[in-house]
């Protein structure tokens, strides 16, 4: 009989923590012991899981004794708070935080592209940013065929990246400005008005004059391919969409490589589905991807301003492929590796 295996996720009642759970029933996760955490915020809120109600439980040091796989989605703080905590306890951790992805010591892992690194683990594995993540897995097998100088890239970014305040935001100013045009609304997640609005800020500006949602794509980038020679630059936006990050993609690649040519790598690859016939109007768009697992890429085509240039749009589903799902991934490919 299979192992199963006693699993926890922190965060239990936030967007990604939800989907978190709904991936692992969906893969009927191999699970012996169920426990739903939070910070103290959240905890006494129910959720419910396999049929079963649960009553989540305030996240302690001690919550992780006897735990073997925890999902951590509940902010970078509350991760540097509890995740060597748990590590200590045996419980190898699976974060979803920006707090562990640029520490030498954590592997940073999208499976299907690095999975080999996740054996480098010291009882800690990152999930890369949800923008990031959808990236690399529909470039990889481009760099692996031809190489990959330099990407420039700029996002278009859902308010559930930010968390279900930001969504609530959206919708509320959303309808205030449907009934009246000329509505105070009030702004208080997202930098500027996001309704009917796109803002070309996420997260806080560095010094060098990008934020650092821009430098994790780029830092990230480099740590996954683990090749600190790609030229990266990021812009990163967020739009009033509720679910679903796109992306425009520029490469430039190390040996010439036709538009039909990449197509087809990146069709024959896991997880990425091409979706690319303008003339009969078929490109993915952020409705398309809610809800599935696998990026969606479309109107690749050969840059004309360089040499060895593409130019393609990236659609994934930011809570399902660029979090949960990734995170139930690298579990799987632990156990598949026997490496817990």
Same mark, same amino acid.
């Given at each position: 009989?299979?192992? $199963?295996?006693?699993?926890?996720?922190?965060?239990?009642?936030?967007?990604?923590?939800?989907?978190?759970?709904?991936?692992?029933?969906?893969?009927?996760?191999?699970?012996?012991?169920?426990?739903?955490?939070?910070?103290?915020?959240?905890?006494?809120?129910? /959720?419910?899981?396999?049929?079963? %109600?649960?009553?989540?439980?305030?996240?302690?040091?001690?919550?992780?004794?006897?735990?073997?796989?925890?999902?951590?989605?509940?902010?970078?703080?509350?991760?540097?708070?509890?995740?060597?905590?748990?590590?200590?306890?045996?419980?190898?951790?699976? *974060?979803?935080?920006?707090?562990?992805?640029? *520490? @030498?010591?954590?592997?940073?892992?999208?499976?299907?592209?690095?999975?080999?690194?996740?054996?480098?683990? $010291?009882?800690?594995?990152?999930?890369?940013?949800?923008?990031? #993540?959808?990236?690399?897995?529909?470039?990889?097998?481009?760099?692996?065929?031809?190489?990959?100088?330099?990407?420039?890239?700029?996002?278009?970014?859902?308010?559930?990246?930010?968390?279900?305040?930001?969504?609530?935001?959206?919708?509320?100013?959303?309808? !205030?400005?449907?009934?009246? @045009?000329?509505?105070?609304?009030?702004?208080?997640?997202?930098?500027?008005?996001?309704?009917?609005?796109?803002?070309?800020?996420? *997260?806080?500006?560095?010094?060098?004059?990008?934020?650092? %949602?821009?430098?994790?794509?780029? &830092?990230?980038?480099?740590?996954?391919? +683990?090749?600190?020679?790609?030229?990266?630059?990021?812009?990163? /936006?967020?739009?009033?969409?509720?679910?679903?990050?796109?992306?425009? /993609? &520029?490469?430039?690649? =190390?040996? =010439?490589?036709? #538009?039909?040519?990449?197509? =087809?790598?990146?069709?024959?690859?896991?997880?990425?589905?091409? /979706?690319?016939? @303008?003339?009969?109007? +078929?490109?993915?768009?952020?409705?398309?991807?809610?809800?599935? &697992? +696998?990026?969606?890429?479309?109107?690749?085509?050969?840059?004309?301003?360089?040499?060895?240039?593409?130019?393609?749009?990236?659609?994934?589903?930011?809570?399902?492929?660029?979090? !949960?799902?990734?995170?139930?991934?690298? !579990?799987?490919?632990?156990?598949?590796?026997?490496?817990?």
């Amino acid at each position: 009989m299979a192992k $199963k295996y006693n699993v926890c996720v922190l965060g239990a009642t936030g967007m990604v923590g939800k989907e978190m759970m709904k991936v692992l029933e969906e893969r009927n996760f191999p699970i012996n012991r169920f426990l739903p955490l939070a910070s103290g915020r959240t905890a006494g809120s129910k /959720v419910t899981f396999q049929g079963k %109600e649960y009553i989540v439980e305030e996240a302690k040091p001690a919550s992780f004794d006897g735990m073997e796989i925890g999902l951590f989605s509940a902010g970078a703080k509350v991760s540097e708070a509890l995740a060597s905590e748990a590590a200590k306890r045996k419980c190898v951790v699976i *974060d979803n935080t920006s707090h562990f992805r640029m *520490d @030498p010591e954590v592997p940073l892992i999208v499976p299907e592209v690095n999975g080999h690194a996740i054996k480098k683990h $010291k009882g800690i594995i990152a999930n890369p940013n949800c923008s990031t #993540a959808q990236m690399v897995l529909a470039l990889k097998p481009i760099y692996d065929a031809v190489g990959i100088e330099r990407i420039v890239v700029s996002t278009y970014q859902a308010v559930s990246g930010w968390g279900k305040e930001a969504v609530e935001e959206l919708l509320t100013q959303t309808k !205030a400005l449907l009934a009246d @045009p000329k509505a105070r609304v009030e702004v208080k997640y997202i930098f500027k008005r996001i309704a009917f609005n796109v803002v070309p800020q996420i *997260d806080q500006f560095t010094e060098n004059g990008y934020t650092k %949602e821009e430098m994790k794509m780029v &830092n990230e980038t480099q740590k996954i391919f +683990e090749d600190k020679s790609i030229k990266v630059t990021a812009t990163t /936006v967020r739009v009033p969409v509720l679910i679903g990050h796109s992306e425009s /993609v &520029n490469i430039k690649t =190390k040996k =010439k490589i036709s #538009a039909a040519e990449a197509r =087809k790598l990146m069709a024959s690859f896991a997880d990425v589905k091409v /979706v690319d016939n @303008p003339a009969k109007g +078929e490109y993915p768009t952020p409705i398309d991807c809610v809800g599935k &697992n +696998e990026t969606l890429v479309g109107r690749v085509r050969e840059d004309i301003s360089q040499e060895n240039g593409l130019e393609m749009w990236i659609v994934s589903d930011n809570l399902r492929r660029g979090a !949960a799902l990734n995170a139930v991934l690298i !579990a799987e490919r632990m156990i598949k590796d026997g490496l817990i």
